[in-house]
Antibody
Framework: QVTLKESGPGILQPSQTLSLTCSFSGFSLSTYGMCVGWIRQSSGKGLEWLANIWWNDDKYYNPSLKNRLTISKDTSNNQAFLKITNMDTADTATYYCARVHTMGITPYYFDYWGQGVMVTVSS | DTVLTQSPALAVSPGERVTISCRASESVSTGMHWYQQKPGQQPKLLIY???NLESGVPARFSGSGSGTDFTLTIDPVEADDTATYFCQQSWNDPFTFGSGTKLEIK
């Protein structure tokens, strides 16, 4: 059974760095082909893909945010992480981690999602 | 970026057939996927690769299309299908989502 769960600070101030953790079970990020992604959802911008990290440590970022994002993983503890620097009120959103399905003819969809963590940026 | 355009809202009665559309600003081949999101919940995968039903999803849901025009069909609609439905493309970089279609069951 695949499960994912996000954790984060809940609230932070503008200009601070957001650190998020995705703890998962039912698969391993050390297994060939596995990939975990981060997506956020805000009332202003809807669903927005942020970044993916692969089993081999390849990383892909949304170009619109690339300079602010860092994705990483700890395979021994089944966790993935996302850092976003220089947070702004516009970054207020629910942040999800999800497993990326990478096999088949038309891959790269999110087959399992965490419940999401709400992050509010406010002074 | 590939822009995905969806109608904002639809209202149908139980037992009816409903089609939800998603139009891409450029071709995404069959790299289109559909999700259902109920209030307070995370998105749930329904359809992948434009027309493939995810395991465990009722056969009332189906998807079609290729290139730039895609459709999610629910037939027949049930009261529990009240939700927002999103399309997502994975053919072009970066992955993008539609803004969602809110489905109301009368």
């Amino acid at each position: 059974q695949v499960t994912l769960k996000e954790s984060g600070p809940g609230i932070l101030q503008p200009s601070q760095t957001l650190s998020l953790t995705c703890s998962f079970s039912g698969f391993s990020l050390s297994t060939y082909g596995m990939c975990v992604g981060w997506i956020r959802q805000s009332s202003g911008k809807g669903l927005e893909w942020l970044a993916n990290i692969w089993w081999n440590d390849d990383k892909y970022y949304n170009p619109s945010l690339k300079n602010r994002l860092t994705i990483s993983k700890d395979t021994s503890n089944n966790q993935a992480f996302l850092k976003i620097t220089n947070m702004d009120t516009a970054d207020t959103a629910t942040y999800y981690c999800a497993r990326v399905h990478t096999m088949g003819i038309t891959p790269y969809y999110f087959d399992y999602w965490g419940q999401g963590v709400m992050v509010t940026v406010s002074s | 970026d590939t822009v995905l355009t969806q109608s904002p809202a639809l209202a149908v009665s139980p037992g009816e057939r409903v089609t939800i559309s998603c139009r891409a600003s450029e071709s995404v081949s069959t790299g289109m996927h559909w999700y259902q999101q109920k209030p307070g919940q995370q998105p749930k995968l329904l359809i992948y690769g434009a027309s493939n039903l995810e395991s465990g999803v009722p056969a009332r849901f189906s998807g079609s299309g290729s290139g730039t025009d895609f459709t999610l069909t629910i037939d027949p609609v049930e009261a529990d299908d009240t939700a927002t439905y999103f399309c997502q493309q994975s053919w072009n970089d970066p992955f993008t989502f539609g803004s969602g279609t809110k489905l109301e069951i009368k």
